[in-house]
């Protein structure tokens, strides 16, 4: 698709809007209408074929800040992802999944695709040759998250993209920590984007919401799907998305600058074992980070802290213990807790992730509030 010359915080602020044309006001109105006039109009609107107006608006809104041609707006994260693997996946392809995933698609894809005869390998996306190894004839997706959940780990987007064309294997992204101001995969050569909208696209911890962008040709296949599963997100929360995504390129940068300064401030603290952020120039992919992500590294950080993290984190005075991410207030999570609770403690070694990490989602409040908060709750 040609992007459009105008800046993502323009962007952000039109794109998708539907005119007033009744009272001429300044927003999209709501329609909330689940039954329209089929007669005299090009395809029949309906809530659960996801095209009513304020469907469309969002849609478009996330398809032009991740510049991509077409989108679809769901009513979670894991309805836009399961939907799309679901359209592209049949009974005997196998799929190619980089292992360190958000634990509710992990358990997703394990629980889900083997009951319906597809198969799949996990693989460490960190090196590209790895999906390339691990391609047979029937792989038909390679599945990636980029920086990864929960220890920040980079999958080279292009190497990626480009392996994948040479096998004719479709790639998918989960692009929710990147959020689509930091970083538009499709840019860099990735077929499907999906998003958590729960997250950065929300971005006040109070919708649940997921959204699916790519070419026309795929986002026509993913929607077939689609209307079959009925993940669709009503008009009044549609609407609520269109409000918070006016604001994302704002919120976006103000938490790339905290989170950075708070990696910088972690990583000189005695009582921190290690720091996982890739904007720091001592992150393993630093170097990648920066080219894919010209945005900025994102507002997501993980580290080890010395003492017990469960303490550490009752003692946070401002910093809220939550699940999910992504919101104007910084919030902490145990990853062997929450997101990672439902695989084995194992896999849980494997992927290094450890009792004493603590993943950090930081928000839009003053940097030095948040680091003396750190500070004071650390033994
Ligand atoms: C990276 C990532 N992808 C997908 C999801 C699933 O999204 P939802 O909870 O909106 O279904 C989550 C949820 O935490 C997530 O963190």
Redesign the pocket.
């Known amino acids: 698709m040609k992007k459009s010359s105008l800046s993502k915080l323009t962007q952000s602020v039109h794109a998708g809007s539907v005119g007033d044309s009744q009272y001429k006001g300044a927003v999209t109105p709501i329609y909330p209408s689940s039954a329209y006039d089929y007669q005299d109009i090009p395809e029949i609107l309906y809530p659960r074929y996801f095209n009513t107006p304020n469907q469309r608006a969002v849609a478009e809104k996330i398809a032009a800040l991740e510049n991509a041609e077409d989108g679809l707006i769901f009513s979670?994260?894991?309805?836009a992802?399961m939907t799309t693997l679901f359209a592209l996946l049949k009974k005997g392809d196998h799929a190619v999944f980089q292992s360190d995933l958000?634990g509710?698609?992990m358990h997703a894809v394990n629980t889900e695709f083997l009951r319906f005869g597809i198969e799949c390998t996990f693989v460490d996306g960190s090196v590209p040759e790895n999906f390339e190894k691990a391609i047979r004839p029937e792989t038909k997706v390679i599945y990636i998250?980029t920086p990864s959940?929960p220890t920040l780990k980079i999958t080279d987007l292009k190497a990626v993209a480009s392996i994948a064309k040479r096998h004719e294997v479709t790639t998918v992204i989960?692009n929710?920590?990147a959020s689509p101001v930091n970083q538009n995969p499709i840019d860099q050569g990735i077929d499907i984007v999906a998003h958590?909208?729960?997250?950065y696209i929300g971005g006040h911890s109070d919708i649940?919401?997921?959204a699916v962008v790519a070419s026309k040709g795929w986002i026509d296949k993913i929607r077939k799907s689609a209307v079959n599963t009925g993940g669709s997100l009503d008009a009044h929360t549609s609407w609520l998305v269109e409000r918070s995504l006016k604001t994302i390129v704002l919120r976006v940068r103000q938490q790339n600058q905290n989170a950075l300064a708070i990696a910088e401030y972690l990583v000189t603290d005695q009582r921190i074992d290690r720091v996982y952020y890739p904007g720091l120039s001592s992150h393993p992919d630093h170097a990648i980070a920066k080219a894919q992500m010209p945005g900025g590294f994102g507002g997501m950080l993980s580290f080890e802290v010395k003492d017990n993290a469960f303490k550490f984190m009752d003692r946070l005075k401002l910093i809220k213990r939550a699940?999910?991410?992504g919101g104007v207030e910084s919030t902490i999570t145990s990853p062997a807790q929450t997101?990672h609770s439902k695989i084995s403690a194992a896999e849980r070694a494997s992927l290094g992730i450890k009792d004493s990490l603590v993943r950090l989602s930081v928000g839009i409040e003053e940097t030095e509030d948040l680091i003396n908060d750190i500070k004071q709750a650390l033994a």
Do not use: A, P, Q, R
Not at 76 to 79: F, H, L, P, Q, T
């Open positions: 979670s994260g894991m309805s992802i958000y509710g698609t998250e959940n989960d929710t920590f958590s909208g729960t997250k649940c919401c997921g699940v999910s991410l997101s």
